[in-house]
Nanobody, 124 residues
Framework: QVQLVESGGGLVQAGGSLTLSCEVS????????EGWFRQAPGKEREFVGC????????VYADSVKARFAISRDNAKNQMYLQMNSLKPEDTGVYYC?????????????????WGQGTQVTVSS
């Protein structure tokens, strides 16, 4: 059974930085792509970014491009989300997601496995 566990959330002031981690367990060999999503109170879950099995291609939402960066350490089965220049509108629960696919997109329905989420709060 594939499991994803996020960590690293917390409270940070606007302009600050935070790094989230996502540890994956139970995954077998084969194509594996991962993404980050977030959900603010009263809003729908939205795509933040992803890293694909295919060429380690990374895609980011326009709202976080140039501020957030995704990386992956396959040896540790970890994925990271480095968040810089944080804004109050970045506040929300951040989820990591995985899919046994070489290419993924921005839709939550493309991802098979989800973590429980970690809270990120950016104060103004």
């Amino acid at each position: 059974q594939v499991q994803l566990v996020e960590s690293g959330g917390g409270l940070v002031q606007a302009g600050g930085s935070l790094t989230l981690s996502c540890e994956v367990s139970g995954r077998t060999d084969g194509s594996w792509s991962e993404g980050w999503f977030r959900q603010a109170p009263g809003k729908e879950r939205e795509f933040v970014g992803c890293i694909m099995w295919y060429g380690n291609t990374k895609v980011y939402a326009d709202s976080v491009k140039a501020r957030f960066a995704i990386s992956r350490d396959n040896a540790k089965n970890q994925m990271y989300l480095q968040m810089n220049s944080l804004k109050p509108e970045d506040t929300g629960v951040y989820y990591c997601a995985g899919a046994r696919r070489s290419i993924v997109g921005t839709q939550a329905s493309e991802y098979e496995f989800w973590g429980q989420g970690t809270q990120v709060t950016v104060s103004s």
